[in-house]
């Protein structure tokens, strides 16, 4: 499937050129551009697919990536992915939608609206749209042209609510002595609204910068100082969904938007300093006796709340390839040896806050063949998630939800989710 909205590109002698020069000599992992003659490709994986965008000029490239990401999400919004159905066939069975989409969120090759919520309310699997009155041809153009193109207007739902997700993900590298080496967070944070209307919400932060802006408004009209329950907590290389008010942002610190209609993501983030790893490795120890036999002994503490509880705790301690026999003793959970991770694996179901378990082990090795082979000691990778707990303390302090036309008042969730990145430990002798 392929459109040419110039003269200047020949579309079919482009998708054998990308087959020929970039899909089979395996380069298309290496590098998402490239050029062949005069024009320069950009591309993007999507699911057993690729989109690729074409241009004999000198094109903004992160601006082709934005629109190539945006095209998925208007192309999984319309086709639902089901199981044993794959998009490709997908888009093959509606190739005239696939079409007509693609005409409308590209103009002379310039992006327009790419909001499948508004596309939807005049682009429809079914073919066109009856327009009853004058009325509804107006809603639909004030949210194809409006300010607010991210959502469509007159929207009813019988509950007003909004989610707030905060899920962040943690990497950590410890080193034998229970040492952090190195550590950051990145983390997301997801809204999922059903409101009615055009609601302006607005949510603070313990952002250092928006805690600080905040106590001097409040010093100014003296109502004094801001609220001390959150540590203030510094957030770098902030990216905010296009609904967010940067000029707000920037004046007063305040994170300001109105919501498209269901899930989106408000902003992603990330931090580096003073960070709280969730779990600790006490001295872990795979200590060789001799050529044949390992002695292994892990001791994991868990430093959030006592209240808390970790779920889904996954532990792959290595071993050598040359593993025979394991006999595994733990204080919780269950451990395995699997050939096929290279290693123990020990899962946890719950891990209780405040806790500290031990996992050991016996290990019998063959004899090895060559005396060269040396292991290379991997470290110990860990899995985990934690509801209800931020490694890095960012808390939302208030979230107003303000609809100027109804007045209703909204039904607030907010959730706090850590995950395991690349979580490791350094193994000692």
Request: hydrophobic fraction near 35%.
């Amino acid at each position: 499937i392929s459109r040419s909205f110039r003269s200047d590109i020949d579309t079919r002698a482009m998708s054998s050129a990308f087959r020929n020069r970039i899909l089979l000599p395996k380069l298309v992992d290496k590098c998402p551009v490239k050029t062949i003659g005069n024009a320069s490709l950009g591309w993007i994986k999507y699911d057993s697919m690729f989109l690729v965008g074409v241009s004999k000029k000198n094109m903004n490239c992160a601006l082709l990536f934005q629109f190539l990401y945006k095209l998925s999400e208007v192309f999984a919004s319309y086709f639902p992915m089901k199981k044993g159905v794959n998009m490709e066939e997908k888009l093959k069975e509606n190739f005239t939608l696939v079409y007509e989409l693609i005409d409308e969120v590209l103009d002379f090759g310039y992006p327009q609206n790419c909001e499948p919520d508004i596309l939807k309310s005049y682009i429809t699997l079914g073919g066109g749209v009856e327009f009853k009155s004058s009325k509804d041809m107006k809603k639909i153009m004030d949210g194809v042209t409006g300010a607010v193109s991210w959502r469509t207007p007159g929207i009813i739902k019988e509950k007003n609510e909004v989610y707030i997700d905060i899920i962040e993900s943690v990497n950590v590298l410890l080193s034998d002595k229970n040492k952090v080496l190195s550590s950051n967070v990145t983390g997301k944070i997801v809204m999922n609204s059903f409101l009615s209307g055009m609601p302006e919400c607005t949510f603070g932060l313990n952002d250092k910068l928006m805690m600080d802006s905040s106590a001097n408004r409040k010093k100014k009209s003296s109502k004094g100082g801001v609220n001390k329950r959150y540590k203030p907590i510094d957030l770098d290389d902030i990216t905010f969904h296009q609904c967010v008010a940067l000029g707000r942002f920037d004046t007063e610190r305040r994170i300001s938007f109105i919501p498209p209609d269901g899930e989106f993501e408000v902003m992603s983030y990330r931090i580096s300093n003073a960070i709280i790893p969730p779990f600790r490795l006490i001295s872990p120890i795979v200590r060789e006796l001799g050529k044949t036999r390992i002695e292994v002994q892990v001791t994991v503490r868990s430093s959030y709340n006592p209240r808390l509880v970790g779920k889904k705790v996954q532990l792959i301690i290595p071993l050598p390839s040359n593993t025979a026999k394991c006999k595994i003793r733990s204080g919780i959970g269950k451990g395995k040896y699997k050939p096929a991770l290279g290693g123990i694996v020990w899962n946890i179901r719950r891990f209780p806050g405040a806790s500290q378990y031990s996992l050991s082990a016996d290990v019998q090795l063959t004899q090895m063949t060559s005396e060269n082979q040396r292991w290379e000691r991997p470290p110990i990778s860990m899995k985990f998630q934690v509801p209800m707990y931020t490694a890095s303390g960012l808390h939302v302090r208030f979230l107003h939800v303000h609809e100027k036309k109804m007045g209703y008042k909204a039904i607030k969730w907010v959730k706090y989710v850590t995950q395991s990145g690349t979580y490791e430990a350094r193994l000692g002798k």
